[in-house]
């Protein structure tokens, strides 16, 4: 399939594939950069089949670079922010040759160990290497990292040839129809890639961001005119606190696609109605398996249905398992205990299933709250608290209680000017009667925003209760 994307490259020829930060790039353009990093690459000494760390947010040359190493047959590890820590957690498990780096000045590429003994004429790992794990020596592979939330990331390694392949199999689009999207998901997330790959080979137009502010992404949509945004509800609720829905024209937009973490019910009908125009669409999928296709039972509705081929979906035990033709080849650094004996993958999500197969995602089986065996999902107090007025956003979490295991506790952002004894107050009186009282937070919070990860979720965990 690789001659068949260069081959697709080629025929969209004077088509924008990217505007890399304002500039326009023609997949001609595209095609020359990859052509040139190729051989610079390969000047370099990266061969085929070595681990390749990227390090660089969206651009012309991170993208090209992706490209051409898939080309080559190595195995891309694609990094936003490379921390000392992230690099030694890399060269351990992943034992990668070079380190492309790419910055506002150009490409610089550094070697990371010397080549191990080649088997073979064009083999620059040994056996026992990452690439050996891919079990084809023509293939390419990727490795993402989780967001290590809760302790180490682990380290995800991927066929990159089976996401390329999955894209390639749908029929390009007509220059008239091509779709402008906005990647406003990381280059080194799952989705981000999957908007890029998705993208890029049915000959539409990635529009890459400088910064993810609301106030940059909004004026990229007005700008160009953007049809589809993928994001995240934490951020869909930043830019509408904002008012930058207000700020810029967004009537471009015809469908919202929002994934990462769960969507509340009251999230999502502020959303609708901010947006009443726009097709409201839930994305799901994980690290370990891919981007499922999905379908939501309406714009208004949080129940969705994992509806494309290639993904199959069972529940046990109110889980959400998976098994698709995209899913992870196993970790680098941990045991693939998510993984059944039957190779399902449990996701950790919770989910309750409608008798018309419909799921919707209760919250993470991690994130529960248990208050004396009483047990608790942030999500569903946080939909219940962010239908008042007073409420601009919140985040909910447990915190070790001596004498019940753990406490309730709610950061919250209120609308307007309120004390901390008035927001108490509030909350209190707002929450009772709606909820059981074990469910009523013992620590409530004022806070001026609400902390979001790079992957655009709400941050839950707390190394302490503030504010006591």
Request: net charge neutral.
């Given at each position: 399939?690789?001659d ?15 505007f ?31 681990t390749?760390?990227?390090h660089?947010?969206?651009s ?7 490209f ?5 047959r ?18 351990e498990?992943?034992?990668?040759g ?15 160990a ?26 390419a ?13 682990k380290?995800i ?17 007509r ?13 080194d ?21 400088r910064q ?10 007005e ?14 609720n ?25 969507m ?7 959303v609708?109605?901010?947006?009443p ?9 994980t690290?370990?398996?891919g ?13 969705f249905k ?33 993984l ?29 709250i ?35 295991g ?16 008035e ?37 839950r ?7 006591e």
């Amino acid at each position: 399939m690789r001659d068949e994307l260069v081959r697709r490259f080629e025929d969209f020829g004077t088509r924008t594939a990217l505007f890399d930060h304002g500039t326009a790039v023609t997949y001609a353009q595209l095609l020359k950069r990859i052509r040139a990093l190729r051989e610079r690459l390969a000047l370099h000494g990266v061969r085929p089949r070595e681990t390749v760390v990227v390090h660089g947010d969206y651009s012309l040359d991170s993208v090209a670079t992706l490209f051409a190493l898939h080309l080559g047959r190595n195995v891309v590890v694609p990094v936003v922010t490379l921390t000392g820590t992230t690099l030694d957690t890399l060269v351990e498990h992943c034992r990668p040759g070079h380190l492309v780096r790419t910055t506002e000045s150009g490409v610089e590429i550094q070697d990371l160990a010397e080549p191990a003994a080649t088997t073979g004429p064009d083999t620059a790992e040994g056996p026992g290497t990452v690439h050996d794990r891919l079990g084809d020596p023509g293939a390419a592979g990727l490795v993402l990292l989780s967001s290590g939330s809760t302790g180490a990331p682990k380290v995800i390694l991927h066929n990159l040839d089976v996401l390329v392949d999955q894209k390639l199999e749908k029929r390009p689009r007509r220059r008239e129809n091509a779709l402008n999207i906005l990647m406003v998901l990381m280059f080194d997330h799952i989705g981000g890639i999957n908007s890029l790959l998705s993208t890029l080979l049915v000959g539409g137009t990635a529009v890459l961001p400088r910064q993810r502010t609301p106030d940059e992404i909004c004026a990229l949509i007005e700008r160009h005119r953007i049809l589809v945004l993928p994001t995240s509800p934490t951020y869909l609720n930043l830019m509408m606190v904002g008012g930058y829905h207000r700020t810029y024209d967004l009537s471009s937009l015809r469908l919202i696609t929002y994934g990462t973490e769960p969507m509340s019910d009251e999230l999502l009908r502020r959303v609708h109605r901010t947006f009443p125009g726009v097709r409201l669409l839930q994305t799901f999928g994980t690290s370990e398996t891919g981007i499922a296709t999905t379908t939501s039972e309406s714009s208004s509705s949080t129940y969705f249905k994992i509806s494309g081929a290639g993904v199959e979906h069972r529940v046990v035990d109110g889980e959400l398992q998976l098994r698709s033709r995209t899913q992870f080849l196993g970790y680098l650094n941990y045991d693939d205990d998510s993984l059944t004996e039957d190779r399902w993958f449990r996701t950790g999500d919770l989910v309750e299933e409608a008798a018309d197969g419909y799921l919707r995602i209760k919250g993470r089986a991690k994130e529960i709250i248990n208050v004396g065996g009483e047990k608790l999902l942030p999500l569903e107090l946080e939909s219940v608290l962010m239908g008042s007025p007073l409420v601009e956003d919140c985040v909910v979490y447990g915190s070790p209680n001596a004498i019940t295991g753990q406490s309730v506790c709610v950061d919250v952002k209120p609308r307007g000017p309120l004390t901390r004894a008035e927001l108490r107050r509030h909350v209190t009186e707002f929450l009772s009667g709606r909820v059981e009282p074990f469910k009523m937070p013992s620590k409530i919070n004022v806070v001026d925003t609400i902390g979001m990860s790079d992957r655009m979720k709400k941050l839950r965990s707390r190394p302490s209760a503030d504010g006591e």
